[in-house]
């Protein structure tokens, strides 16, 4: 039974790497890849931390032979892919912490990485510590979004927990709620508003009034959506 689980796992695998590579151009530029996000968040919840890594590191190292794409391959997938698949197993199987995951690990931790690696590495000039981190978070939230919809489909039908007993991965049942939802509303809120904070200062020179409160703006609106998603779905009482 072990074996089949680890062939399983392994077919499962090679499948995510070239659905990955195929896939990865929709959308794409540099510093922004949705389609590679959706993978990570996919195979972290389905096959778990250390095998969503070897995926992503897989995917960047073709793109990078056989595309041409710069070190972001991988210093924008490695990071978030392991620390999704971590923080799904770590809070018992919520896809709104394996989201989460990806986007501090990709829009946040890899997007800082990227700057040494891009500057002493590939050699390109006039970057900063935090010149990706608004495309790496714009990608994240985009690719992430969609993972987390298409997963929660499959939780809804009751087919994401069979597909994790086909692979042999660990099985959480019961592990979303409307709560964890619209905190991960909330929280894109935040990463929202650390993205304008650091494109506004990144890229506009003498910011107006209006771009300066930017920031607010689209905190307030992620609170609101987070809000208002509660109130209508909240389980009522009997």
Same mark, same amino acid.
């Given at each position: 039974?072990?074996?089949?689980?680890?062939?399983?796992?392994l077919? &499962?695998?090679?499948?995510?790497?070239?659905?990955?590579?195929i896939?990865?151009?929709?959308?794409r530029?540099?510093?922004?890849?949705?389609?590679?996000? &959706?993978?990570?968040?996919?195979c972290?919840?389905?096959?778990?931390?250390?095998y969503?890594?070897?995926?992503?590191?897989?995917?960047?190292?073709?793109?990078?032979?056989?595309?041409?794409?710069p070190?972001?391959a991988?210093?924008?997938?490695?990071?978030?892919?392991?620390?999704?698949?971590?923080?799904y197993?770590?809070?018992?199987g919520?896809?709104?912490?394996?989201?989460i995951?990806?986007?501090?690990?990709?829009?946040?931790?890899?997007?800082?990485?990227?700057?040494?690696?891009?500057? &002493?590495?590939?050699g390109?000039?006039?970057?900063?510590w935090?010149?990706y981190v608004?495309?790496?978070?714009?990608?994240?939230?985009?690719?992430?979004?969609?993972?987390?919809?298409f997963?929660?489909?499959?939780?809804?039908?009751?087919?994401?927990?069979?597909?994790?007993?086909?692979?042999?991965? =660990?099985i959480?049942?019961?592990? =979303?709620?409307?709560?964890? =939802?619209?905190?991960?509303i909330?929280?894109?809120?935040?990463?929202?508003?650390?993205a304008?904070v650091?494109a506004?200062h990144?890229?506009?020179?003498?910011?107006?009034?209006?771009?300066?409160?930017?920031?607010?703006?689209?905190?307030?609106?992620?609170?609101?959506?987070?809000?208002v998603y509660?109130?209508?779905n909240?389980?009522k009482?009997a």
């Amino acid at each position: 039974m072990q074996k089949n689980e680890n062939l399983t796992k392994l077919i &499962f695998l090679s499948m995510m790497v070239a659905i990955g590579v195929i896939i990865s151009p929709i959308l794409r530029v540099e510093g922004m890849c949705p389609m590679a996000h &959706f993978i990570n968040v996919t195979c972290a919840v389905m096959l778990g931390p250390w095998y969503a890594f070897i995926c992503a590191l897989a995917i960047g190292i073709i793109r990078m032979i056989f595309m041409g794409i710069p070190p972001l391959a991988l210093t924008g997938a490695v990071f978030g892919a392991f620390l999704s698949g971590l923080l799904y197993r770590l809070s018992k199987g919520k896809l709104v912490c394996a989201f989460i995951g990806e986007v501090i690990g990709t829009g946040i931790i890899g997007a800082i990485v990227s700057y040494p690696v891009m500057t &002493f590495i590939w050699g390109r000039t006039g970057l900063t510590w935090f010149f990706y981190v608004p495309s790496f978070i714009a990608g994240t939230l985009i690719g992430g979004s969609i993972a987390f919809i298409f997963l929660k489909h499959l939780q809804k039908a009751k087919l994401l927990s069979k597909f994790q007993a086909a692979l042999g991965s =660990d099985i959480y049942e019961g592990g =979303d709620v409307v709560a964890n =939802d619209a905190f991960g509303i909330a929280f894109l809120g935040f990463i929202g508003y650390l993205a304008t904070v650091v494109a506004v200062h990144q890229f506009v020179a003498a910011p107006s009034p209006f771009v300066e409160n930017l920031k607010y703006i689209v905190l307030a609106a992620f609170l609101a959506g987070a809000a208002v998603y509660w109130m209508v779905n909240r389980p009522k009482q009997a």
